[in-house]
């Protein structure tokens, strides 16, 4: 043993351990589901790493959780027998924040408890969340394979600081104790805690394990015997028939493995059997994470191997407009060993992704097809700008995203995007070739341009398009079921104006060549040409661009990124 030392947090810690304990409060017995599922991830990195070495085993065989509590101590311990923490690794994991998308997330928080509980459990900060409950938390660890010695002890009341003790620990894994706040009774007891594992964690893939109890007839209660007992189901859930699990089950499971505390909006389940051989369990959130335009996100799918875990974040098995879709993929045609670079250019990789695209799609459809259209309409507005990318990203399945799009437009001149493109189509005008479209910075701005006049007249529907991302969309999205996508502001717009040209005499053709010269020569230097146009019915005048040319809008997009 060594003297104890003392460190001090990194300064978000401090920031965010105050934040999560108000925000959280109302969540308070997460705090065993964080962590139950950091024990659950060391067992698997154990499992996963004993594969290629033995030895890491120390010759204990059963891996698993164990949760116990004292009454008069007023402690509830929770331990594993996994992979451990080297002390570096503990200084490194617990005290600092790793990830540097911490300032954005801290920036991202709302002050409103509901919406920053969410929040803070989709960023991951399990750990400090036993400070929702303990004034005092206590973790002894010692990394597998290496030596009794080197065992490490880390306490902390949660305030500004932390000391660091080498201590002797005989066996292998971490083992961490919190001490009770004063109001937190509650969790000393054997059937509350149970209770919170078979929410939270029954499908933890290990036996979780608690201390039997007994009816202790001169005592006129239960008490608590020396026996261990599993409390979980401890099966995968994903390899579970379907028939066999509720929506509570697998929603359950979504809270698990994603963090969230909003139930999924839909889950698609599937065993595969024959050249290929994988269950894939994928979800769709209500709710968009705070990080979906992070560059650094998490992605959203677990790697497992024959049921043993791989690695998270397996980017390779969703493309990125899909990165928003969380659950598990479990291959029995990937070796144990697979890597992220092996992931890359891997044809099982290759097919499992392709069916599993295929799947979330056909899923989407099936909802957006479906008689109440609100669930569609909850994910379209948390995802919708995401499904545009897929447009461009997802050559493959092009016209099937095009299907699932969604826009604002002039039939009800609403902000939201409900309208789809055959929606569009099926109520053309007689003789309508195009599916008319304008973009611009706002909703309001679109809805109010002078360019719509006459299509209002004629009762032409325009789609309003005012997303970021849809100047891109619509410049590489020409056509949907044999319609051109047209925007109403380039010049190429012949059909109305030749229809309107062979109406007037020829005297007012005239005319009109005069003042368009005139008004030529006073604006000559700013313009490229100026014309007589037909579309407008109210204003005097108005901006097109050439044909070829850049958008107005696209043209300020590229000027804002100092273009
Ligand atoms: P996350 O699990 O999202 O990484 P946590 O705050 O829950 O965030 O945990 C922080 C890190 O601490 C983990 O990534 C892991 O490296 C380490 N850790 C926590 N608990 C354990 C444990 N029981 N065994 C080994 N390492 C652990
Ligand atoms: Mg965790």
Not at 180 to 189: A, H, I, N, R, S
Not at 361 to 384: H, S, V
Not at 407 to 434: C, W
Not at 493 to 519: N, Q, Y
């Amino acid at each position: 043993m060594s003297a104890a030392e003392t460190h001090a947090f990194q300064t978000e810690v401090n920031q965010l351990l105050k934040l999560m304990i108000h925000a959280l409060y109302s969540n308070k017995e997460i705090f065993l589901r964080e962590l139950v599922s950091n024990a659950s991830d060391a067992l698997d990195k154990l499992r996963f790493q004993a594969v290629s070495d033995d030895s890491l085993n120390e010759g204990e065989d059963e891996l698993a959780i164990s949760i116990d509590f004292d009454k008069s101590a007023r402690t509830v311990t929770i331990s594993d027998n996994g992979i451990g923490m080297t002390r570096d690794e503990v200084i490194a994991n617990i005290g600092t924040i790793a990830n540097s998308g911490t300032k954005k997330f801290l920036e991202s928080l709302t002050g409103d408890q509901a919406k920053d509980s969410n929040l803070i459990g989709q960023f991951g900060v399990g750990f400090y969340s036993s400070f929702i409950v303990a004034d005092e938390v206590a973790l002894e660890t010692r990394k597998a394979g290496t030596d009794a010695a080197e065992g490490t002890r880390w306490v902390s009341k949660g305030e500004g600081e932390y000391t660091l003790e080498t201590v002797e620990k005989a066996a292998k894994g971490t083992s961490i104790t919190l001490h009770l706040k004063e109001d937190m009774d509650e969790f000393l007891d054997n059937f509350r805690l149970k209770n919170i594992i078979t929410t939270y964690s029954d499908h933890i893939n290990f036996p979780i394990q608690m201390k039997k109890t007994e009816w202790d007839e001169e005592a006129k209660e239960e008490k608590v015997t020396d026996d261990w007992e599993k409390v979980n189901k401890a099966t995968a859930l994903w390899t579970q028939p379907k028939s066999e699990l509720s929506d509570e089950d697998y929603t359950n499971f979504y809270q698990t493995i994603s963090h969230d505390f909003n139930e999924p909006l839909t889950h698609i389940h599937n065993k595969v059997e024959g050249t290929l051989e994988y269950t894939s369990l994928l979800y769709i959130p209500k709710q968009a994470p705070f990080d979906l335009y992070d560059r650094e996100r998490r992605y959203g799918l677990k790697l497992y191997v024959k049921r043993v875990f791989i690695m998270d974040d397996a980017e390779h098995l969703m493309p990125t407009y899909l990165r928003f879709v969380r659950g598990v993929i479990d291959s029995a045609d990937l070796p144990l060993n697979v890597s992220r670079e092996i992931l890359q250019s891997n044809k099982v990789v290759d097919k499992i992704r392709a069916a599993s695209v295929k799947r979330v799609l056909d899923q989407l459809g099936k909802m957006a097809k479906a008689e109440e259209q609100d669930d569609y309409n909850t994910f379209w507005d948390q995802f919708g700008q995401v499904m545009k990318e897929g447009v461009v990203e997802d050559f493959a399945n092009k016209d099937k995203i095009a299907a699932l799009l969604r826009f604002a437009s002039t039939q009800d001149d609403k902000a939201e995007q409900r309208i789809s493109l055959q929606e569009y189509i099926d109520r053309m005008q007689e003789g309508q070739e195009a599916i008319y479209f304008i973009v611009a910075d706002t909703h309001a701005a679109a809805k109010g341009s002078p360019h719509l006049e006459m299509f209002r007249k004629k009762g032409i529907e325009v789609l309003l398009l005012s997303d970021r991302i849809d100047e891109w969309l619509v410049s590489h999205l020409h056509e949907f079921e044999g319609k051109q996508l047209k925007s109403i502001t380039s010049a190429d717009l012949k059909e109305f104006e030749d229809e309107a040209e062979a109406e007037l005499s020829e005297e007012d053709k005239k005319a009109r060549e005069a003042l368009t010269e005139k008004v030529k020569k006073a604006i000559e230097e700013n313009v490229s040409d100026v014309k007589i146009t037909h579309r407008l019915t109210d204003s005097p005048a108005c901006v097109v661009n050439a044909e070829g040319d850049m958008s107005a809008h696209m043209a300020r997009m590229m000027e804002q990124l100092g273009q």
